[in-house]
């Protein structure tokens, strides 16, 4: 199957009846002779060994150490030096053996800013007054009490936390509340600042009735991720049932402005109001739950009647009122209502007036809507990895972002990228499974491809992808006749002519597997077009917008990470959600004397016309085309041959 793409630096995903395209992510190389404002020659940053100091001039060498002095700090970390004169910067990053080096330092005052990711950042002074001198300095770390534990500091939860997690989802969804308890206790000793993990127990404690502790984990879960609209609503909930009806609205109004589409907790919003007499809200808040909830939002009209009732339209009260009897008969409440109903109708018989009657209708008693709601619809979705902005990641306190440098280098890996490639060949394996909503396995196939991919730049801007399997499948040999498709897409978001359609935003100095990296937030800006993705559905084109955070090294700006999300739902072609997990390795090329890197592996997670989908690709066996720029456009005449097994399997 092969596409071509001559949009400006866009991945397609093309979709017909049983057709879902899914990108497979090209990063950027490492050359060492690129401008590099941090590691150029002549700059004070080179690193151990080796390091640079043939003009003479003072060195440093730096040992850190974590907090007993006696050990050696287990990850890499960053140091800043600062001339306090100049105010000249230079960066360095630690070796595996927590040791740094800086050479040609000139005379003057410094400033050593040593930091890490879980550690307090620590600083020393530094004079330098000898031209020639080598200064020896250890710098000791202690543990950041307030930081989030390094081992949970992924997005995605370790693989152990993970399995517990989905048996304790399993269980609750099964009732069984004991062995829920076992499984997600667990989880949670092992991972106490997961915020998804937190709801889970303080979805469990509700259910089991301890509403002091449900309270306690659902406000921890909240604090880890303001935007977990089921924390929210959860916490207000407990809020109603404690009569504490400010907290409680307080606690909603977040959770609907956190996810307006949420019904229930328009529904509970709109019981708080009640209860504290706020009509007009109370009204708003149920109307707005009926739209969204549809017939699962009936209990709503219970507050929309008695709020209605007390704004003096008592008819309309009534109606509300009969219709929540007509679509909930069996409630608890309905006798409740009844009475209520042949109470108002009475009165209205009588030529009451309306003020009168909104007077002595000052509480309605004997009705709870908090009787009438429904459960909380339960949505964990264990299947996938939490959303970009559900995950409050671990980052170094204290710690300034050099954000202009870490963008445009990690622009220039990527500028050169398309400079560089002409071709790559790769064997691609290829793991898809259909799973249930708590990740089991529904069907499992495996295949291994003969993968070919290029990139070129016809003109500025404008970059211009083919790829293909060499085996020239049709649809049908692709498992669930889903063929993924697509390349180069994701890492172009830091390309410097893309860059711009983004809003970034460096979230801190961060850690990926024992290496420091600058953490890069991003997200489709609405006033610019979405050139990155798209999907096709027969002759539809729709343009996908992306948020996602790439982990971008801070040595030598190599993108090693990134996941990316839908900003929204494309509920027209139903693609739910899509959740791209991409990780990057270096590939040298002998022959050539070269290395990019490229990825490694790329998770996608997808929920589809109602099913869903996990999806891995691996890639070995690198080979790299060298074809001058007229060829780019044709073509290989053969699969590639070089490091690659005698026969692949189909």
């Known amino acids: 199957m092969s596409r071509r793409s001559s949009a400006p630096s866009r991945s397609r995903f093309w979709i017909s009846a049983t057709i879902f395209a899914v990108s497979l992510l090209l990063t950027v190389p490492g050359h060492a002779q690129l401008g590099d404002a941090f590691n150029a020659p002549g700059a004070t940053t080179s690193t151990i060994p080796g390091y640079d100091n043939r003009y003479g001039g003072t060195v440093l060498l730096l040992t850190v150490y974590a907090e007993n002095n006696k050990t050696r700090l287990d990850r890499q970390s960053v140091v ?23 050479g040609n330092i000139p005379f003057g005052h410094y400033d050593v800013e040593v ?47 993970r399995k517990q997690t989905k048996h304790g989802v399993s269980a609750l969804k099964s009732g069984n509340l004991g062995q829920a308890q076992k499984w997600l206790g667990a989880a949670y000793q092992a991972a106490p600042t ?122 309309d009260g009534i109606h509300s009122l009969k219709a929540f009897l007509d679509g909930s008969p069996k409630n608890p409440t309905a006798p409740q209502v009844r009475s209520l109903i042949a109470e108002l109708e009475a009165r209205n018989s009588t030529s009451v007036s309306p003020e009168s009657t909104s007077a002595a209708l000052h509480p309605l008693s004997g009705v709870d809507p908090l009787l009438a709601s429904a459960d909380l619809s339960f949505t964990m979705k264990p299947w996938q990895p939490p959303g ?46 259909q799973v249930d909503e708590i990740g089991n396995a529904i069907t499992k196939e495996t295949r291994d491809f ?22 020239h499948l049709g649809l049908a040999d692709f498992p669930d006749q889903i063929a993924s498709s697509g390349f180069a897409a ?17 979230e801190g100095l961060g850690d990926w597997k024992g290496q420091s990296a600058w953490i890069v937030h991003f997200r489709q800006r609405e006033d610019r077009p979405a050139r990155i993705h798209d999907y096709k559905v027969g002759a539809i084109t729709y343009a996908v917008k992306l948020k996602g955070r790439a982990w971008i090294t801070t040595d030598k700006f190599q993108i090693v990470r990134i996941e990316s999300e839908l900003v929204d739902p494309m509920k027209p072609i139903q693609l739910l959600s899509e959740h791209q997990i991409v990780e990057y390795g270096p590939v040298p090329f002998q022959k050539k004397n070269i290395e990019l890197w490229l990825p490694k592996t790329a998770e996608i997670y997808f929920d589809f016309r109602r099913h869903r989908y996990y999806r891995r690709h691996s890639f070995d066996h690198y080979m790299l085309f060298a074809v001058d720029s007229d060829e780019k456009r044709k073509e290989p005449k053969a699969a590639p041959a070089e490091n690659k097994p005698n026969a692949v399997p189909n």
């Not at 307090?120 to 080598?134: D, F, G, M, R, Y």
């Not at 997961?194 to 509700?206: E, I, K, V």
């Not at 994701?490 to 970034?504: E, K, S, Y």
Request: proline share 3%; glycine share 6%; with cysteine.
């Open 80 to 102: 800043k030096l600062t001339n306090q004169t100049t105010q000249t910067v230079s960066w360095q990053t630690t070796t595996d053996a927590s040791e740094s080096a800086f």
């Open 115 to 161: 930091s890490a990711v879980g550690y307090t950042t620590a600083h020393k002074e530094l004079q330098v007054v000898s031209s020639i001198n080598t200064v020896k300095l250890e710098i000791v770390l202690e543990r950041d009490p307030a930081a989030v534990q390094l081992g949970f500091a992924d997005a995605a939860m370790p693989p152990k936390v």
């Open 194 to 315: 997961n915020s998804d993990l937190n709801f889970l127990m303080g979805y469990l404690n509700f259910q089991q009735k301890d509403f002091g502790h449900a309270q306690t984990y659902l406000g921890k879960a909240a604090e880890l991720n303001p935007h977990d609209v089921q924390s929210l609503t959860l916490l207000g909930r407990i809020g109603l049932q404690n009569e504490d009806y400010v907290s409680a609205s307080s606690t909603l109004e977040k959770a609907v402005a956190a996810d307006s589409e949420y019904w229930m907790a328009h529904n509970l919003l709109a019981d708080a109001y009640l209860k504290q007499k706020k009509y007009e809200g109370a009204r708003d808040q149920a109307q707005l739950a009926l739209e969204k909830g549809k017939t699962g939002a009936n209990a709503a009209l219970l507050i929309l009647g008695q709020a209605q009732v007390n704004l003096g339209k008592r008819e």
């Open 388 to 433: 970009i902005d559900e995950t409050k990641l671990s980052v170094a306190a204290g710690v300034t972002c050099p954000y202009d440098n870490v963008i445009e280098m990690s622009g220039n890996r990527v500028k050169d990228l398309v400079s560089d490639v002409s071709r790559i060949a790769a064997i691609e394996h290829l793991l898809h499974q």
């Open 450 to 471: 003969n993968y070919v991919a290029a990139i070129s730049e016809e003109k500025p801007g404008f970059l211009e992808v083919d790829e293909y399997r060499a085996e």
């Open 490 to 506: 994701l890492a172009l978001v830091f390309h410097p002519d893309m860059r711009d359609n983004f809003t970034m935003t460096c």
